[in-house]
């Protein structure tokens, strides 16, 4: 930074410096919604240091009545319409979107899913906008040969690609061929504060309740959860398996439900927007999935102080230490998953020993807070300002 040099008759005291001005990050996203990775930026652009990091906001997509209800009101914000990325209106969009950054003049552009990084990116490197990231935080378990394809073809547009989990980042390097180098880890944060309170664990006599918040995908592995369930139900009275959140799957999860008699001892409740209410009423929280990058789920269950049984898949057994904050069991291993639960139904004092970890542990190193300074450090020194 250059100081301004004093006149002959300017005191000293009246010298000024240059005055920094925040880093401009633009956020590109299809569209906005609940979801893990959708929520997680909504709470990085409402709560990261305005002083040091000024955001604007890109839709894709975006003008749905769900995606405009969720925008934050305090930064600026385009949204482009696109649902098609070969067409007309894809170039007219384009040519706003390259209006949008010429005018706010980003020093970042940050884009996340694979739509908004085809459309976006190139435009971005055309309006010679300084510094482009690309964000992918699962592992990649679903990508075809011609997504591999074309995020190769634009690897060299960007200036590295930001992940939440260490495993995240050996999936780029392994399977996308990505150079350790321009692969950036930056964990999720939860807002413990909505998480708090609550009764603790097993603290109802009547009935204990196991719980799941995941969309209804093949991934998430809710009917492998079925089955745990019936296996638990066959050995221990007085449990109910309840799943929190909606999906594709349902109706095939419905048949295999009543096909397994459970009847209303597994509930599937759809959409639930109050998730800290939802885990307030559970005493043990599971994740069966095939394949995670850092649950934003899982973090919440830590958050709730719920004691968490979770599959050995992605950043899980990094948040959860097996046998310290929860249990971590193999993925596809149903009979452990199983022996698991009912080992906390069984030892219920031991259950809530791991459910208090679990807080301790979140509290410590996955804050929203702390999140937002992990972005803030990376927006200032990939602009040069560290």
Known sequence: MELLSPTRNQPCSSVSSVVIQPVRVCFLIDRLNRAGTESQLLALIRTIDRSQIQPMLVLLDGTDPDSRSLEPSDCPILRLGVTRLLGRHAVTAARRLAAFLREHRPDVLQAYFMDSAYFGVPVARWCGVPKIVRVRNNLGYWLTRKHRLLN???????????????????????????????VEVIPNGVDLDRFAGGPPPFSRPTCVRVGCVANLRPVKNIDGLIRIARRVCEQVPRVVFE???????????????????LGERLILRGTVTDIPGFLQTIDIAVMPSHSEGMSNA????????????????GANAQLIRDAVDGRIVPPGDETAFTQAIIQMLMDTHQAQLYATSARKRVEQEYSRAAMCQRFEAFYLRLAGRA
């Open 298 to 313: 899982l973090l919440e269950y830590m958050a709730a102080g719920r004691a968490i049984v979770a599959t050995n898949v």
């Open 243 to 261: 799943v929190a959140g909606e999906g594709p799957e349902r109706p095939e999860l419905e048949r295999q439900i009543a096909e397994a008699g």
């Open 152 to 182: 190769r073809l634009l690897s060299p547009l960007v200036d590295g690609i930001l992940t939440n989990s260490l495993e995240g980042k050996q999936a780029l390097i392994d399977r996308d061929a990505v150079v350790p180098e321009r």
